[in-house]
T-cell receptor, first 110, second 113 residues
């Protein structure tokens, strides 16, 4: 079983749609959680950290369920510019190492 | 967010040559930097953790004599791919941590002919 699992997609959605991605992690000692965005042939860029109480940044909402070891990302009112691969990333407690999921590809279409 | 630069952006070289990649934290000091590799349609894989003033820590399966890491200052880490072969062709990305967040350089696309 992979340490961080994501549905690779692609998810093709029309502009303006609401779309959600899920991610599960296997290491119960994971303490920090993030969503990164990676455009084709570019480096990952931090989209948002994920907090236990859930957090929102504009059109993006992240949720964490520690009991189920599950993280989600919701994107409202999708824009063409949201087309990218979204990486679920976790860090075990006390460590430096980030573990990446393989990413979920989103394509927003007219 | 914090800025991490990486050079070169891309390099094409012949098999058997060595390639050096530089990673710099531009607006913060990083005692620890990380080197990743990403093959097409795969996730980022951590190769090694670079510690300023001490030896790097390599992940299992990564040859330390082939991927030489030097972290000479708080803002610079270098990765040298020695005697590169076509199977080393990949996207190499460095990153640095500040606080709880980790920021990535723009990556170096290495193609070995």
């Amino acid at each position: 079983r992979k340490e961080v699992e994501q549905d690779p997609g692609p998810f093709n959605v029309p502009e303006g749609a609401t779309v959600a991605f899920n991610c599960t992690y296997s290491n119960s000692a994971s303490q920090s959680f993030f969503w990164y965005r990676q455009d084709c042939r570019k480096e990952p860029k931090l989209l948002m950290s994920v907090y236990s109480s859930g957090n929102e940044d504009g059109r993006f909402t992240a949720q964490l369920n520690r009991a189920s070891q599950y993280i989600s990302l919701l994107i409202r009112d999708s824009k063409l510019s949201d087309s990218a691969t979204y990486l679920c990333v976790v860090r075990a407690g006390g460590g430096n190492k980030l573990t990446f999921g393989t990413g979920t590809q989103l394509k927003v279409e007219l | 967010g914090a800025v991490v630069s990486q050079h070169p952006s891309w390099v094409i070289c012949k098999s058997g040559t060595s390639v050096k990649i530089e990673c710099r934290s531009l607006d913060f000091q990083a005692t620890t930097m990380f080197w990743y590799r990403q093959f097409p349609k795969q996730s980022l894989m951590l190769m090694a953790t670079s510690n300023e003033g001490s030896k790097a820590t390599y992940e299992q399966g990564v040859e330390k004599d082939k991927f030489l890491i030097n972290h000479a200052s708080l803002t610079l880490s270098t990765l040298t791919v020695t005697s590169a072969h076509p199977e080393d062709s990949s996207f190499y990305i460095c990153s640095a941590r500040t606080g709880d967040e980790q920021f990535f350089g723009p990556g170096t696309r290495l193609t070995v002919l």
